[in-house]
Every structure is written in structure tokens, then in C-alpha cells.
């Protein structure tokens, strides 16, 4: 079993409209989790940190569910320019500094 | 300003041969790691180094070295390349190594 898990999509988005996708982990011992953005055939950039209950970055927000073990991301108001893979990746605090990615769920947003 | 930066961004090898793909980053982190990436399989830890003259192994190692050669450089080496490393490979850095990952362009190989 993978330890982070992410359904690949693609989830097609019409551009205004909202989409939102989840994360399951399965190391208990996580701390501290990550959004990062990947486009296509370029390097992960980093989204937005989840270190907590969740946070919110202008139209992006990432929620946290310690008990089920998920963090999701939502975009609002999606723009063109929000197509992309979007990776979920956590650390966990045996694993010193070792990010454990998710394969990534891929958003394509129409006009 | 530059970030991280790797050489070559492409590369295509025979099995059996050998190669060392490089790294450096401008921003003065002392972590430094390698990934690869295949589809469907997420990046996976090659190596790490948390700070400039250590080394460790991380999830996926074999076939692969590193070296730290300073603050600046990682480099990792392929000793004798087989069809399953052909990969996108990513150089990354951060402060810390709780801190953010800054990924450099990656360089995609292919063996043959």
C-alpha cells in the first residue's frame, strides 16, 4: 500500500466553477503535510503548507482530518492557469526530512 | 536567480554504462536531495544529505552513489545504468530538512 494516495483524475473543471480532491495518508506518525503544484513536464513548486487544522491561500484552501487520515485542497474560481498536477505530500516525524509524495490528481480547467 | 539548477536536462544511456548527474542550488540550504520520477509512482527518495559531508539512503538507492562535494554541489552517479532507471530525476534543497523544497529543473534520462 502506497503511504500517501491520491485519486489521478483528470478532474476537468469549468473555469469559475470550484473542484476540491482529497489525500489519504497512512503513516499516523506524520507531522506536517504539503500541497505542491506540478506542471507538465516541469519541477514541483510548492502550493501551501497544512500544518494544522488547515489554511487558506487567496482561492486556495487545504483542510487537515487527523482522525481519517486525509488532507484536500480546494480550488475556487478556478482560472485556466490553475491546470496542473497537484501533488499531496507529507513528513512524517520518523522519517527525518523525507518527503513521501503522492502520484498526483490532475486538474484541467476548460474555458 | 538561479535556485537549483541541474545538468544535463536530457540524457540517453546504454545499459551498462555510466553517468553522474549534477547539482547545485544558490541559496545557501544545507539539505540536498535526489528523487526520481515514474508515472503513476510519485517522486521517490534516491538520496539525502541534511548538511554539507553527510550522506544517507533514502527509499529507492540501489544502483545509485552521491556525493556532497561541498554546500553547493550533489551530484549522483549511476555507476552501470539499466532500463529500469530510465526516470525524470529531481534535484532538490531546503534550509532545513523540515523546511520547503526548492526542485531544480530535473534532467530526464533514458536507458536503452
Known amino acids: 500500500r502506497k503511504e500517501v494516495e491520491q485519486d489521478p483524475g483528470p478532474f476537468n473543471v469549468p473555469e469559475g466553477a470550484t473542484v476540491a480532491f482529497n489525500c489519504t495518508y497512512s503513516?499516523?506518525?506524520?507531522?506536517?503535510f504539503f500541497w505542491y503544484r506540478q506542471d507538465c513536464r516541469k519541477e514541483p513548486k510548492l502550493l501551501m503548507s497544512?500544518?494544522?487544522s488547515g489554511n487558506e491561500d487567496g482561492r486556495f484552501t487545504a483542510q487537515l482530518n487527523r482522525a481519517s487520515q486525509y488532507i484536500s485542497l480546494l480550488i475556487r474560481d478556478s482560472k485556466l492557469s490553475d491546470s496542473a498536477t497537484y501533488l499531496c505530500?507529507?513528513?512524517?516525524?520518523?522519517?527525518?526530512?523525507?518527503?513521501?509524495f503522492g502520484a498526483g490528481t490532475q486538474v484541467v480547467v476548460t474555458p | 536567480n538561479a535556485g537549483v539548477t541541474q545538468t544535463p536536462k536530457f540524457q540517453v544511456l546504454k545499459t551498462g554504462q555510466s553517468m553522474t548527474l549534477q547539482c547545485a542550488q544558490d541559496?545557501?540550504?544545507?539539505?540536498m536531495y535526489w528523487y526520481r520520477q515514474d508515472p503513476g509512482m510519485g517522486l521517490r527518495l534516491i538520496y539525502y544529505?541534511?548538511?554539507?559531508?553527510?550522506?544517507d539512503k533514502g527509499e529507492v538507492p540501489n544502483g545509485y552513489n552521491v556525493s556532497r562535494l561541498n554546500k553547493r554541489e550533489f551530484s549522483l552517479r549511476l555507476e552501470s545504468a539499466a532500463p529500469s532507471q530510465t526516470s525524470v530525476y529531481f534535484c532538490?534543497?531546503?534550509?532545513?530538512?523540515?523546511?520547503?523544497?526548492?526542485f531544480g529543473p530535473g534532467t530526464r534520462l533514458t536507458v536503452t
Open positions: 541559496m545557501n540550504h544545507n539539505s
Open positions: 505530500v507529507n513528513l512524517a516525524t520518523d522519517s527525518w526530512g523525507k518527503l513521501q
Open positions: 497544512v500544518y494544522s
Open positions: 544529505s541534511a548538511s554539507e559531508g553527510t550522506t
Open positions: 503513516n499516523s506518525a506524520s507531522q506536517s
Open positions: 532538490a534543497s531546503s534550509e532545513a530538512p523540515l523546511g520547503e523544497q526548492y
